[in-house]
């Protein structure tokens, strides 16, 4: 069994930092951060190896850090957001036989 729980969303300001967090129950070989905007399609931010290897899209590497700050939690951090971050973040849990998603935080950065 296994829960997926994201934290850390809020209003931002534009230029400042994101930091939300992915708590994981149960056993994992990756997670990982997406985001979307209604009507648009899921996109991959990130994503972290139960090793601790961290593989990026490459448009999301200049701008997104993931890392493990302990066994079952999962950071998701950005160093300067822009409104066009705006969107629900969600993280995914990925289990040996399935896959399983958080229900999402929502971000919206402001000027």
């Known amino acids: 069994q296994v829960q997926v729980v994201e934290s850390g969303g809020g209003l931002v300001q534009a230029g400042g930092s994101l930091n939300l967090s992915c708590v994981v129950s149960?056993?994992?070989?990756?997670i990982g951060w997406y985001r979307q905007v209604p009507g648009k399609e899921r996109e991959l931010i990130a994503l972290?190896?139960?090793?601790?290897?961290a593989n990026y899209p490459e448009s999301m590497k200049e701008r997104f850090t993931i890392s493990r700050a302990n066994a079952n939690t999962v950071y998701l951090r950005a160093k300067t957001v822009k409104p066009e971050d705006t969107d629900v973040y969600y993280c995914?849990?990925?289990?040996?036989?399935?896959?399983?998603w958080g229900q999402g935080t929502q971000v919206t950065v402001s000027s």
């Open positions: 995914k849990a990925k289990a040996y036989w399935t896959s399983h």
């Open positions: 972290i190896l139960n090793n601790g290897r």
């Open positions: 149960g056993s994992t070989i990756s």
